[in-house]
DNA sequence: GCGCGAATGTTCTGGCAAAGAACAAAGTCG
DNA sequence: CGACTTTGTTCTTTGCCAGAACATTCGCGC
């Protein structure tokens, strides 16, 4: 039960069921493909003439075509229908702490080429280099295929109608317009976008086909920080401020260490990468121990998950204690959003199997009902790329979207 | 960006354009009451012929009224619009742990009669008193206006399209079906909702006319728990299991006091009306003690809160004791949600002036940003009977609501 | 009192898209 | 080879938006 917002709303006019309608035809063949039109008439409960005339404009639009037709038991043998993702093409930039990523990918987000370099941090410097890179990369890979757009995903707070990085601590970005100069190189259009948001964009708009993507769950990041981006009623919750879903600074404990945004007992105190290795390290975590200490170690995260898996002790000492606060995190978003799923990222998936009975008998000691206690909890790998794939949904997943009405 | 779910879409008809520019028109009535047809078409941007055929239409259904001219400096004379909520009635219930409040209500929340009575906790009991006194209140008070709908507010979880209480510990209420007999007694149509969520509806759907409804806050009840009703891009936040909104189980500290919920330093054994009643008698809580030692104190959470602006001191410390902690209640909600606003609901806000710099001193240390920091923290006293406000717009809402397209 | 202009509200005509029937196409099976 | 089945296209009807033309009703100036 929607309100309508009468200071900004869509009035219908006459095409507004043409509009409607090819987006679910659309989508229908996303998820069905290959789908013939007789199929598409009985899952809308239209004629079949409808569909011909539906198709027959997203045909003419670009955004479908004609496959083969195919046996069928009996009567005539049906033409199937695609989504034309393959020749249209995306930029995805991932933007991290220490190294940017560069991928091409088509409108489904394979991956075509990928490249990485160590990133830039000042704006002035990286827009050349990024130009360089993307040009270089579509003469070499593109042919005689399109890149329709950029999608580039930071680690910070992003307004994403104005293109404008709000605050990437990692960066030292504070309200750095990125889209603008990148666009005026390029002569591409770009989008930005979070990148906890950004992986939960890639679960909702890139999921395998026939899998069914819930309409409320959490993507949890578990990187240099704790990030989430939280799906609910099949839309992202950016909040007033771009600021929703900071979980990564609620706090577990009223007296814990100190955390960079100044409070105490931060889940993100117990369970970044940071605080995974000073724990591994044998240190107390604190900001300024975490950024002194990591680079002349050595040690990264990927080596102690490696070593965990190993069987290394003290490795796993260090992940179990990660587990049992990420637990505690996690309970926190089932109580406050009870979502259908959550889905984890980050470096420390790789030792799921041992990682997760520890989230889930601390998720099982704080939840309220037995049915919350069983919230799936899916961890997805880092090299599936997921911010990169989110990339890549930024700029296709418009195309799919329902039209705005009322 | 809203995702088209391809198992529960709804197709577009050639009536759609119709279905969603009537409403648009039954909204912009509502909200600049009264109004002309001329009006009514700038604002839509159509002609003027188009909105005489929908009012038409809105007229014929009994949801507009023509009002009188009014003058107008030049050319002739508008004939004002307004929406029919005076004659349709509603009967409220607000079921509390020991009082049960039936309120007769127009359409806009508007209160007619108002009475109360003993909670009866037992179902097969309440159903009969119910029905007496909701017949009673009708052949009493409502004359020739017609009762279109029971909304019925529960303190608890509730599963709304069943009208299934989940579970509500103040009554001791596990899987109930209330809408059902309550239906079959009165042969009314019954909506049952959970408070906080009710009382964020009211919010949403009762405000003053021209006062603008943010698409995007919290409401948190303080009562003998803490609950909140949540709306992001201006639809209630349910989540899968019907649980969302538990802020009240989200713990402040890992080893505070044992909780209801089985938990350690919950939000609630800080902050609802028991624990502060707890401290102002000087016991620690429990939920053991809190049960046992009030009924016989004699002393309630209205008393206190009067105490405290008084000038007690006692009274005052146990008061400001709670705003801290809701303060870092509140502050949870900020950064995980980032809402336009929060509104305090519960009988503590009588006492807001003494509360609200606690409350905004404790919300500052622990935001992460200046924007976030000045999140507006709105009281709602409790002599505005939110809840049953809450349940008139349960039967109220659908009228206005958007016509679930795509 | 009457004509003029201005604004509101109604009616009428045209055009577009959905709805559904009729038809054409292309296969299987007895 | 013809009956049957299923797919895809074409065509007619129907209903709604769109916009122009028209009717109504007021103030104002002569």
Not at 388 to 401: D, I, K, M, Y
């Amino acid at each position: 039960m929607r309100k309508i917002n009468t200071r900004s709303f869509v009035r219908a006019t006459r095409w507004t069921p043409r509009e409607i309608n090819l987006q679910i035809v659309l989508n229908l063949v996303r998820e069905h493909e290959p789908i013939s039109r007789a199929e598409l008439a009985r899952q809308m409960k239209i004629g079949r003439g409808m569909v011909t005339y539906l198709t027959a404009e997203l045909i003419a639009q670009g955004a479908l075509y004609e496959g083969d037709t195919v046996d069928s038991p009996r009567g005539r043998r049906p033409q199937m229908l695609y989504v034309r993702t393959h020749d249209r093409l995306v930029v995805a930039i991932d933007i991290r702490f220490s190294s940017t990523f560069v991928m091409l990918t088509d409108f489904s987000g394979n991956s075509i080429a990928l490249e990485s370099f160590d990133t830039i941090a000042d704006r002035e410097a990286l827009v050349p280099e990024l130009k360089a890179r993307v040009t270089r990369m579509l003469a070499t890979h593109a042919g005689s295929r399109h890149c329709e757009g950029i999608g580039l995903v930071v680690p910070g707070m992003v307004d994403v109608s104005t293109g404008q990085v709000l605050n990437a601590p990692q960066l030292g970005w504070r309200n750095v317009d990125i889209r603008g100069p990148l666009e005026a190189a390029l002569g591409i259009p770009v989008h930005v976008e979070n990148a906890p948001i950004a992986c939960a964009l890639a679960r909702m708009w890139l999921g395998q086909p026939g899998a069914t993507v819930p309409t409320d769950f959490v993507y949890v990041t578990v990187s240099d920080g704790i990030g989430a981006g939280v799906v609910v009623n099949g839309q992202v919750v950016r909040g007033q401020t771009n600021s929703a879903g900071e979980f990564g600074h609620v706090p577990l404990t009223a007296d814990g260490p100190t955390c960079l945004c100044g409070g105490h007992g931060c889940l993100e105190v117990y369970t970044s990468n940071l605080a995974t290795l000073c724990r591994y390290l044998g240190q107390d975590f604190s900001p300024e121990t975490a950024r002194a200490l990591l680079p002349s170690s050595g040690v990264t995260i990927a080596e102690v998950v490696s070593r965990a898996i190993a069987g290394e002790e003290r490795a796993m000492a260090a992940l179990q204690d990660t587990a049992r606060h990420l637990g505690a995190g996690l309970a926190v978003m089932i109580k406050t959003l009870s979502p259908s799923q959550i889905i984890v990222g980050g470096e420390i998936t790789e030792a799921w199997d041992q990682l997760e009975p520890t989230i889930r008998s601390v998720i099982g000691e704080r939840s309220l009902t037995d049915l919350a206690a069983a919230t799936p909890i899916v961890p997805e790998l880092a090299s599936a790329y997921p911010r990169l794939r989110g990339g890549a949904a930024l700029v296709s997943a418009p195309l799919f979207a329902a039209p705005r009405i009322a």
